[in-house]
């Protein structure tokens, strides 16, 4: 199974950008898809999930600013607006396997994200 992100860059705080995750694999289903990052220095933290029945949870600090979202099977979106300097980091894209790939959890290369002031 491999994920594939992409999308990341530089932008001016107050921009918007979308990165994208698609995952692959044989048979491969996800229960589960979703964005973590990483800054310098810090702990890797929840972005966004979102499950194949469509319940979705954001980290606290994105307060509206975030969307995430399937735009095909196994492959989501995240629509970042209103971005911050402190938004910068490594967004990594993550998965749950659903049926054959049940309780195994698959990880993406991550890519840059970086909010200029």
């Known amino acids: 199974v491999q994920l594939q992100a992409s999308g990341g860059g530089v932008v001016q705080a107050g921009e918007s950008l979308r990165i994208s995750c698609a995952a692959s694999g044989d048979r491969f289903s996800a229960h589960v898809m979703g964005w973590y990052r990483q800054a310098p220095g810090k702990e890797r933290e929840l972005v966004a999930s979102?499950?194949?029945?469509?319940?979705i949870d954001y980290g606290e600090f994105v307060k509206g600013r975030f969307t995430i979202s399937f735009y095909a099977k196994n492959a989501v979106y995240l629509q970042m607006d209103s971005l911050k300097p402190e938004d910068t980091g490594v967004y990594y894209c993550q998965a749950d396997g659903a049926n054959w790939y049940r309780g195994r959890e698959f990880w993406g290369q991550g890519t840059q994200v970086t909010v200029s002031s």
């Open positions: 979102i499950t194949s029945s469509g319940r």
